[in-house]
């Protein structure tokens, strides 16, 4: 979060998303999840210059017609 606020006050273009594994953080601008046999199932996006009408600049996007969502809202904790 704070370095989507950094690129947006200085006009900057850093990456913010963090992939983990098991023995480092790769940082991107955009993360695609793939299966096994590399179909593309989702695709995880910062664009800090062309942010969507709503006004957000990072989202996923998926096709819903080959996987399926489960939304988990947490009650109590902060969501922004």
């Known amino acids: ?23 480092e953080n790769c940082y991107a601008h955009e993360a695609v999840i793939k299966t096994k046999d590399g179909d593309e199932l989702a695709r995880v996006i910062y664009s800090p210059h062309k942010p969507l009408s709503c006004g957000a600049r990072v989202w996923i996007e998926m096709d819903t ?6 939304l988990i809202i947490r009650k109590g904790e902060h969501n922004g």
Do not use: C, F, Q, W
């Open 65 to 70: 017609e080959e996987a399926d969502v489960e």
């Open 1 to 23: 979060m704070h370095k989507i606020r950094s690129n947006t006050k200085h006009g900057t273009d850093e990456p913010v998303l963090t992939v983990k594994t098991y023995k």
